[in-house]
Nanobody, 124 residues
Framework: QVQLVESGGGLVQAGDSLRLSCTISGRTFGSYTMGWFRQAPGKEREFVGGSDWNGIIYYEDSVKGRFTISRDRAKDTMYLQMDSLKPEDTAVYYC??????????????????WGRGTQVTVSS
């Protein structure tokens, strides 16, 4: 059974940085797509960015230039480096994994497994 565990969330001030990690276990072979999503209170879950099965990185427009996704396949870990954080980045951040091939990583229903999320709070 595939399991994902996020870590690295916390409370920071506007302009600060955080790095989230997502470690996957239980997948023994094959390439797969991984994504970061977030959900703020009262809002729908939204795509932040992700890495497709070839390692190509995609970002949602509002985080381009501030967030950086990287992936260490040897450690089965994906990272989300978040710089210049804004109060509107406050949300629970989730990582997800799916065995699909697409250039559109933004549809949450394409993913097969999800972590429990980590809270990121940015104060003004």
């Amino acid at each position: 059974q595939v399991q994902l565990v996020e870590s690295g969330g916390g409370l920071v001030q506007a302009g600060d940085s955080l790095r989230l990690s997502c470690t996957i276990s239980g997948r023994t072979f094959g390439s797969y797509t991984m994504g970061w999503f977030r959900q703020a209170p009262g809002k729908e879950r939204e795509f932040v960015g992700g890495s497709d099965w070839n390692g190509i990185i995609y970002y949602e427009d509002s985080v381009k230039g501030r967030f950086t996704i990287s992936r260490d396949r040897a450690k089965d870990t994906m990272y989300l480096q978040m710089d210049s954080l804004k109060p509107e980045d406050t949300a629970v951040y989730y990582c997800a994994e799916g065995a699909f091939v697409s250039t559109d990583l933004s549809n949450a229903r394409d993913y097969d497994a999800w972590g429990r999320g980590t809270q990121v709070t940015v104060s003004s």
